[in-house]
Each structure stands twice: as C-alpha cells, then as structure tokens.
C-alpha cells in the first residue's frame, strides 16, 4: 500500500546544513511536499515538487527528488535556530483516487 | 492575512458529549479537509469537502460527520466522542483540488476525551 516513510529525529548544529529524507512507495504521485510544524502550530507548507522533475531551489531551501529508488530529500543550508521544527514529507498519491499521504515527521533540532 | 481559523484550541470533554469543532477559511477556497494527528501516525484525513454540499469520506471517518453549507466554513462534529478520538485535529484549505496545490493549515484543536 501507499506509505511515506521519514526518519524520526535530526540534530545539527548552527550554521551547517541540514538534511531530511524520505521514501514513498506510490510511483504514480505525481507531487510530493515538503512541510514545517512548529511548536503549538499548523502545518505550514515549505515547497513541493512535480515528478517530473529532479531538483527545486528555493533560497536556502533544496529538494532533491530520485525517482527512481522513490526517494525525496530537503536540504536547508545555512540551518538556523529558527528552523528548529517537525518537517513533514507528503506525497498525493494517484492511483485509484487521488490521496494525499503524510509522513509521520522529522524532528529536526538546531543546536547553538 | 489569509489564514484558516480553527475554534477552540483546546477542548476536554466527556465521553458521549456532543461537540463541534469550528474551521473557517478567508481564502475563498474550494477544497477543505480535515487531519487527525497522532504520535507515530503522521496526518489521516477524517473528511474532505470539494465545494459546497459535496463532502466525502476519507480514511478514518468513523465516529465524525461533517457540513459544508457556506463555502467558508467546514465544521467537525463528533456525535459522541470517545477516548479514542482524544487526538490533535487539524483543518486545512487548499485553492486546488485535493490539495495538490498545497494546502494552509489552521493552528489545531488538542482534543481529549475522558
């Protein structure tokens, strides 16, 4: 069945970057997403990327995509205490009905 | 500020005990959807809405109905809640469907059932 898989905690230090992975199992998602969660707040969406691509830039921000081993990484560089949340990976799978799946999140803590 | 707004933030409750929990959007979006959170389980969708009058279930939607009469709004009920909905819900909206846009995530209602 669909399933998106994270790790669960990633601790780096100020300044350096920062790299989370996942792995989704739906080859037919045609869009997968990145989201931060901060402390006593909502998901806030990050960036997402098209399948049909194989790398997106946005500032500070890198999504890697391999579709091949079903593989999405987002890197941060530059990581500040800021970005110090829980990062969610999301794929919309479409097979049989369109179905948005969320991984269950990487805890992701930014040391001074 | 275009922003999904979810009532109340915090919620204790008795089992059997009617509530309703508030979403409302400013966005003028179409599409609204509403996630449990739970730890270990990432988001599941309880019920989505396409547009006004038209809901649908999603994966868990078992013990939750929903209403969608004015576009903006797209409250939760739990007829009677249970301690196994004791859960962090969230409501979100997207301007595409299904979300494949991307979605705006209200700020979550901690619920808990005793």
């Known amino acids: 069945g669909e399933d998106v898989e994270q790790s669960l905690f990633l601790s780096v230090r100020e300044g350096d970057s920062s790299v989370i992975n996942c792995t989704y199992t739906?080859?037919?998602?045609?869009?997968l997403y990145w989201y931060k969660q901060e402390p006593g707040a909502g998901l806030q969406l990050l960036t997402y990327?098209?399948?049909?691509?194989d790398m997106k830039q946005d500032q500070r921000l890198t999504v890697l995509l391999n579709k091949k081993d079903k593989h999405l990484s987002l890197r941060i560089a530059d990581t500040q205490t800021g970005d110090s949340a829980i990062y969610f990976c999301a794929e919309l799978s479409t097979s049989g009905t369109y179905k948005y799946i969320f991984g269950t999140g990487t805890r992701l803590k930014v040391l001074a | 500020e275009a922003q999904v707004t979810q009532n109340p933030r915090y919620l204790i409750t008795v089992t059997g005990k009617k509530l309703t929990v508030t979403c409302s959007q400013n966005m003028n979006h179409e599409y609204m959807s509403w996630y449990r959170q739970d730890p270990g389980l990432g988001l599941r969708q309880i019920y989505y809405s396409m547009n006004v009058e038209v809901t649908d279930k999603g994966d868990v939607p078992e013990g939750y109905k929903v209403s969608r009469k004015e576009k903006r709004n797209f409250p939760l009920i739990l007829e009677s809640p249970s301690p196994n909905q004791t859960s962090l819900y969230f409501c979100?909206?997207?301007?595409?469907?299904?979300?494949?846009?991307?979605?705006?995530f209200g700020s979550g209602t901690r619920l808990t059932v005793v």
């Open positions: 990327i098209f399948s049909n691509m």
């Open positions: 979100a909206s997207s301007w595409t469907d299904r979300g494949r846009g991307g979605y705006t």
């Open positions: 739906d080859s037919s998602s045609t869009y």
